[in-house]
Protein backbone atom coordinates (compact mmCIF):
# COMPACT_ATOMS: atom_id res chain seq x y z
CA UNK A 1 0.00 0.00 0.00
CA UNK A 2 1.40 3.61 -0.89
CA UNK A 3 -0.30 6.55 0.46
CA UNK A 4 0.14 9.45 -1.12
CA UNK A 5 -0.25 12.99 0.20
CA UNK A 6 -0.38 16.71 -2.12
CA UNK A 7 0.21 19.72 -0.42
CA UNK A 8 0.84 23.49 -2.05
CA UNK A 9 -2.32 24.18 -3.21
CA UNK A 10 -3.97 27.85 -2.53
CA UNK A 11 -5.30 30.76 -4.33
CA UNK A 12 -3.18 32.77 -6.58
CA UNK A 13 -3.50 35.47 -9.44
CA UNK A 14 -3.60 34.49 -13.21
CA UNK A 15 0.01 34.63 -14.34
CA UNK A 16 1.14 33.40 -10.58
CA UNK A 17 3.60 30.65 -9.91
CA UNK A 18 2.65 27.49 -7.44
CA UNK A 19 4.70 24.41 -6.71
CA UNK A 20 2.57 21.09 -5.74
CA UNK A 21 4.33 18.31 -3.92
CA UNK A 22 3.11 15.13 -3.15
CA UNK A 23 5.01 12.95 -0.56
CA UNK A 24 4.65 8.97 -0.98
CA UNK A 25 4.92 6.99 2.19
CA UNK A 26 4.43 2.80 2.28
CA UNK A 27 6.12 0.22 0.10
CA UNK A 28 8.75 1.21 -2.48
CA UNK A 29 6.77 3.96 -3.16
CA UNK A 30 9.90 5.33 -4.60
CA UNK A 31 9.84 2.88 -7.76
CA UNK A 32 6.37 4.22 -9.13
CA UNK A 33 5.23 5.71 -12.06
CA UNK A 34 3.90 9.22 -10.58
CA UNK A 35 1.42 11.74 -11.62
CA UNK A 36 -0.95 14.61 -11.47
CA UNK A 37 -4.50 15.28 -12.56
CA UNK A 38 -6.81 17.54 -12.15
CA UNK A 39 -10.82 18.35 -11.56
CA UNK A 40 -12.10 21.01 -12.34
CA UNK A 41 -15.75 22.53 -11.37
CA UNK A 42 -18.10 20.47 -13.61
CA UNK A 43 -15.38 18.69 -15.56
CA UNK A 44 -14.49 15.25 -15.46
CA UNK A 45 -11.09 14.35 -13.85
CA UNK A 46 -8.02 14.73 -16.53
CA UNK A 47 -4.44 14.08 -16.96
CA UNK A 48 -2.08 16.85 -16.45
CA UNK A 49 1.63 15.77 -15.77
CA UNK A 50 3.36 12.03 -15.47
CA UNK A 51 6.98 10.74 -14.81
CA UNK A 52 7.92 7.66 -15.16
CA UNK A 53 10.61 5.89 -12.72
CA UNK A 54 12.33 3.40 -14.97
CA UNK A 55 13.65 6.23 -17.58
CA UNK A 56 12.17 9.27 -16.26
CA UNK A 57 9.75 10.09 -19.07
CA UNK A 58 7.66 13.03 -18.77
CA UNK A 59 4.27 13.45 -20.25
CA UNK A 60 2.25 16.60 -20.58
CA UNK A 61 -1.14 17.51 -21.51
CA UNK A 62 -1.48 19.80 -23.98
CA UNK A 63 -3.09 22.47 -21.66
CA UNK A 64 -0.16 22.75 -19.74
CA UNK A 65 2.68 21.60 -21.73
CA UNK A 66 5.30 24.75 -21.89
CA UNK A 67 4.15 25.52 -18.32
CA UNK A 68 4.04 23.05 -16.21
CA UNK A 69 6.94 20.82 -15.16
CA UNK A 70 7.00 17.71 -13.54
CA UNK A 71 10.03 16.37 -11.65
CA UNK A 72 10.60 13.47 -8.74
CA UNK A 73 13.19 13.00 -6.05
CA UNK A 74 13.27 9.59 -5.55
CA UNK A 75 15.32 10.18 -2.36
CA UNK A 76 12.44 11.98 -0.12
CA UNK A 77 9.77 10.21 -1.71
CA UNK A 78 8.28 12.95 -3.54
CA UNK A 79 6.94 14.08 -6.85
CA UNK A 80 6.80 17.97 -7.69
CA UNK A 81 4.79 19.85 -10.37
CA UNK A 82 5.94 23.29 -10.90
CA UNK A 83 3.16 25.45 -12.21
CA UNK A 84 4.26 28.72 -14.28
CA UNK A 85 1.66 31.39 -15.86
CA UNK A 86 -1.23 29.50 -13.83
CA UNK A 87 -4.63 30.67 -16.11
CA UNK A 88 -8.23 31.13 -14.38
CA UNK A 89 -8.99 27.69 -16.34
CA UNK A 90 -6.20 26.21 -14.20
CA UNK A 91 -8.21 25.84 -11.16
CA UNK A 92 -9.33 22.42 -10.14
CA UNK A 93 -8.57 20.06 -7.59
CA UNK A 94 -5.04 18.10 -8.38
CA UNK A 95 -4.78 14.82 -7.86
CA UNK A 96 -1.47 12.98 -7.51
CA UNK A 97 -1.53 9.13 -8.50
CA UNK A 98 1.04 6.22 -8.76
CA UNK A 99 1.72 3.25 -10.45
CA UNK A 100 2.76 -0.10 -9.28
CA UNK A 101 4.47 -0.52 -12.76
CA UNK A 102 6.97 2.37 -12.76
CA UNK A 103 5.38 3.80 -15.98
CA UNK A 104 2.89 6.43 -16.74
CA UNK A 105 1.28 4.16 -19.73
CA UNK A 106 -1.72 3.78 -17.76
CA UNK A 107 -2.12 7.39 -16.95
CA UNK A 108 -1.61 8.26 -20.90
CA UNK A 109 -4.37 5.88 -21.92
CA UNK A 110 -6.96 5.03 -19.59
CA UNK A 111 -6.20 7.82 -17.17
CA UNK A 112 -5.57 5.64 -14.13
CA UNK A 113 -3.60 4.67 -11.66
CA UNK A 114 -2.96 2.21 -8.76
CA UNK A 115 -3.16 4.68 -5.77
CA UNK A 116 -4.29 8.47 -5.21
CA UNK A 117 -4.26 11.08 -3.09
CA UNK A 118 -6.69 13.08 -1.66
CA UNK A 119 -6.22 16.36 -3.58
CA UNK A 120 -5.52 19.84 -2.84
CA UNK A 121 -7.36 23.06 -4.52
CA UNK A 122 -5.52 25.20 -6.72
CA UNK A 123 -7.89 28.31 -7.34
CA UNK A 124 -6.84 30.89 -10.05
CA UNK A 125 -8.04 34.29 -9.96
CA UNK A 126 -8.11 36.77 -12.57
Known amino acids: QVHLVESGGGLVQAGDSLRLSCAASGRTGSTYGMGWFRQGPGTEREFVSG????????AYADSVKDRFAISRDNDKNTVYLQMNSLKTEDTAVYYC???????????????????WGPGTLVTVSS
Open 97 to 115: AADRSGSIERMLTRATADY
Open 51 to 58: ISYSDGRT
